[in-house]
């Protein structure tokens, strides 16, 4: 089968670092996506990873290990702005669609 | 940059109405998915579309139809509406054929029935 596990909540002080887990389950997997989505509003793209390691890009950060079926979404220098849901999403060998954890709801506060 | 456009941006129906809903690729993106994305809930995959053909068929229910035009554009046609059809629906573009296949979603149409 297939699964996607992410924390459902976390809650993180303005300008501090914070670590979104995504362990993961499927068949044939290509690599793994973050998307951030502010409530009402559409998914927009984080990160790719294919290849085992950590990419990073500005304040945001990505891991994958695949051995492990593990990714985790680094986020530093946390803004109030940040506040959103971050979804973790597998890239299925011979699947043309996305398959969606259900997403971890982070709330910065002062 | 242009993006995906969707529309209606809001639509209410009553039960067992129809509904229509359009996207509108980014240019010379050639797949389009759909996804539904009810309350609290994470984005459920619908269908997709590469090059006007369906290329993947997720949990899309037997009364929804899409199809995918010559210009790519896509419908998505919902009939006999359940009030648990309400929800957000997204819809994405990419390039098939490039690496990461990156989907890049648009608005979403908030479809709620009555």
């Known amino acids: 089968g297939q699964n996607i596990d992410q924390p459902t909540e976390m809650t993180a002080t303005e300008g501090a670092i914070v670590q979104i887990n995504c362990t993961y389950q499927t068949s044939g997997f290509n690599g793994l996506f973050w998307y951030q989505q502010h409530a009402g509003e559409a998914p927009t793209f984080l990160s790719y990873?294919?290849?085992?390691g950590l990419e990073e890009k500005g304040r945001f950060s990505s891991f994958l290990s695949r051995s492990k079926g593990y990714s985790y979404l680094l986020l530093k220098e946390l803004q109030m702005k940040d506040s959103a849901s971050y979804l973790c999403a597998a890239d299925q060998t011979g699947a043309n669609n996305l398959f969606f954890g259900t997403g971890t709801r982070l709330t910065v506060i002062p | 940059a242009a993006g995906v456009i969707q529309s209606p941006r809001h639509l209410i129906k009553e039960k067992r109405e129809t509904a229509t809903l359009k996207c509108y690729p980014i240019?010379?993106?050639?797949?389009v998915y759909w996804y539904q994305q009810g309350p609290g809930q994470d984005p459920q995959f619908l269908i997709s579309f590469y090059e006007k053909m369906q290329s993947d068929k997720g949990s899309i229910p037997d009364r929804f139809s899409a199809q995918q035009f010559s210009d790519y554009h896509s419908e998505l046609n919902m009939s006999s509406l359940e009030l648990g059809d309400s929800a957000l629906y997204f819809c994405?573009?990419?390039?098939?054929?490039?690496?990461?296949?990156?989907?890049?979603f648009g608005p979403g149409t908030r479809l709620t029935v009555t």
């Open positions: 994405a573009s990419s390039l098939a054929g490039g690496g990461a296949r990156e989907q890049y």
């Open positions: 990873n294919v290849l085992d």
């Open positions: 240019p010379r993106h050639d797949t």
